[in-house]
């Protein structure tokens, strides 16, 4: 199993959420701000099964914005549409 913590505009959480629940993925959104913009993120909670994991990170590229020109932010810091953290989770429970 892998834990997916993805961090994504806040203008685009809302579509790569309901693209995610689309096909079956749970997604538990957090609040969050960051990066050298200060501007407003989303950081996405999501657990995948092993074999899922492509199919999600994919969903995530897919709808996580427009492609950000490099142009328009200075090159010490690049623009990024979503960083995805992917986890190895040993085990989980449900209460």
């Known amino acids: 199993m892998k834990l997916l913590l993805a961090i994504v505009r806040d203008d685009f959480a809302a579509d790569v959420t309901l693209a995610l629940n689309a096909k079956g993925f749970s997604v538990t959104r957090i609040s969050s701000t960051g990066g050298f913009w200060r501007r407003g993120n989303v950081t996405l909670l999501v657990g ?5 994991a492509s199919e999600a990170l ?18 010490s810091h690049p623009p990024h549409r979503a960083t995805i953290f992917v986890l190895n989770v040993d085990s989980f429970a449900r209460y």
Do not use: F
């Not at 969903?59 to 142009?71: D, K, L, R, T, Y």
């Open 58 to 75: 994919e969903i995530i590229n897919a709808h996580a914005g427009p492609e950000v020109e490099p142009e328009s932010a200075p090159s």
């Open 48 to 52: 995948v099964d092993d074999d899922k």
